[in-house]
C-alpha cells in the first residue's frame, strides 16, 4: 500500500531530520511500548478486576477509581504508540501491512475502542452483562496485547 507509506513519508522525514541514533529508532517504539503495555495494561487489567472480585467495598471502588483513571491514558498511549511504530517502520524503509505484528496492534487498538465505548456509554444503563462483556473484553485485548508483544520482539530482531 504504497498510498499509506507516500503519505507518511514526509512526517517520516520530519523525524528522520532529527539525526536519531538507530537503535533509537529502532527499538525505541518496542521499549516504551512495553513499558505501557507491561505496566501500565496489567495494572489497568488487575484494578479493573479487583474491583469486580474484592469483598472489601471500599477496596473495591479504590480499584475501580484507579481502572476508571488509568484506562483512558492506557487508550491513549496505545493509540500514539501505534502511529510511532507504523512511523519506525516508514523510517526504516519497511514493510507496514505485511506484519503480525501490525494487524495485532489493530485488533487491540479495535478491542479497547469497543470497550471505551462501553464505559462511556455508561455499560447501557449500568447493565450487569455489559460489565462483565467489558471485563473479558479488556482482558482478550491483554491477552492479544502480550502476543503482540512477542510478534514485535520478533519483528524488531528480523528487521
Keep these: 500500500m504504497s ?3 507516500d503519505a507518511l513519508e514526509p512526517i517520516a522525514d520530519w523525524f528522520r531530520g532529527f539525526g536519531l541514533p538507530e537503535p533509537v529508532v529502532h527499538w525505541g517504539h518496542p ?3 512495553a513499558i505501557v503495555v507491561f505496566v501500565m495494561g496489567s495494572f489497568v487489567g488487575l484494578a479493573g478486576w479487583r474491583s469486580r472480585v474484592v469483598a472489601d467495598e471500599a477496596a473495591a471502588q479504590k480499584s475501580r ?3 476508571r483513571k ?3 491514558w492506557l487508550f ?3 493509540a500514539a504508540g501505534y502511529t510511532g511504530g507504523v512511523l519506525s517502520l516508514v523510517m526504516q524503509g519497511k514493510p507496514i501491512l505485511e506484519s503480525p505484528h501490525f494487524w495485532t496492534g489493530s485488533v487491540v487498538l479495535g478491542l479497547l475502542a469497543i470497550n471505551g465505548a462501553l464505559s462511556l456509554g455508561g455499560f447501557g444503563g449500568d447493565r450487569k452483562t455489559l ?3 467489558h471485563a473479558y473484553l479488556g482482558s482478550i485485548a491483554l491477552c492479544v496485547l502480550f502476543l503482540h508483544a512477542v510478534l514485535g520482539l520478533r519483528l524488531g530482531l528480523s528487521i
Design 3 to 5: 498510498g499509506l507509506r
Design 31 to 33: 521499549l516504551m511500548m
Design 65 to 67: 477509581a484507579d481502572h
Design 70 to 72: 488509568i484506562a483512558p
Design 76 to 78: 491513549g498511549f496505545m
Design 131 to 133: 460489565r462483565t462483556f
